[in-house]
């Protein structure tokens, strides 16, 4: 029996390519993701010049945008953020629902890890509580995620 697994902690970033796909609907919110993510991608290696950020006005939006990216042969990884907060929205189910499920399909489609940093949250304390509040930073947790994805999927057969 073999078994697999990177150490999510040592990923070298150096020479990885990554696109950031942030959406401005609770911009306060989803700024913040994003910051945490380069961050995290910078401290680990990843050369500024080779993240991409790119803005779309909400999280239904991610997906195509994430689908294009990863199609295009010159990202390792796309990082999806944004914040759906049901205070805000009757349609919150489609709209994180669709989210979800075309982020996961523009990664199934292309083989290219597309992550989910999107926050669901019923009210914006909770979705403030995890850019650096009591729930921890999901924004830093995406990127880190999306560094240790490349690193397994490269080891792969
Ligand atoms: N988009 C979000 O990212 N978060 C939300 O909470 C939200 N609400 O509340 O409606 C939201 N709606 C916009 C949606 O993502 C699309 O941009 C819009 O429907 C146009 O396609």
């Known amino acids: 029996m073999g078994r697999y697994a990177v150490n999510?902690?040592?990923v070298d970033g150096t020479g990885m390519r990554i696109a950031v796909v942030v959406s401005r609907f609770n911009e306060a919110v989803t700024a913040s993701l994003a910051e945490g993510a380069c961050?995290?991608?910078?401290?680990?290696?990843?050369?500024?010049e080779s993240i991409l950020v790119v803005e779309v006005p909400g999280a239904f939006e991610l997906p195509v945008t994430a689908k294009r990216l990863a199609s295009s042969g010159q990202v390792d990884a796309v990082i999806c953020l944004g914040a759906?907060?049901?205070?805000?929205?009757?349609?919150?189910?489609?709209?994180?629902?669709?989210?979800?499920?075309?982020?996961?399909?523009?990664?199934?489609?292309?083989?290219?890890p597309c992550v989910f940093g999107v926050l669901t949250t019923d009210t914006l304390?909770?979705?403030?509580?995890?850019?650096?509040?009591?729930?921890?930073?999901?924004?830093?947790?995406?990127?880190?995620?999306?560094?240790?994805?490349?690193?397994?999927?490269?080891?792969?057969?």
């Open 8 to 10: 999510p902690e040592s």
């Open 39 to 48: 961050r995290v991608l910078e401290g680990r290696g990843v050369d500024p």
């Open 84 to 112: 759906v907060i049901r205070g805000d929205t009757p349609h919150f189910d489609y709209v994180a629902g669709e989210a979800a499920a075309g982020i996961n399909r523009a990664a199934l489609d292309t083989g290219v």
């Open 125 to 157: 304390d909770q979705a403030r509580d995890r850019i650096g509040g009591a729930a921890g930073h999901k924004g830093e947790e995406a990127a880190a995620t999306a560094l240790e994805m490349v690193s397994l999927l490269r080891g792969l057969p």
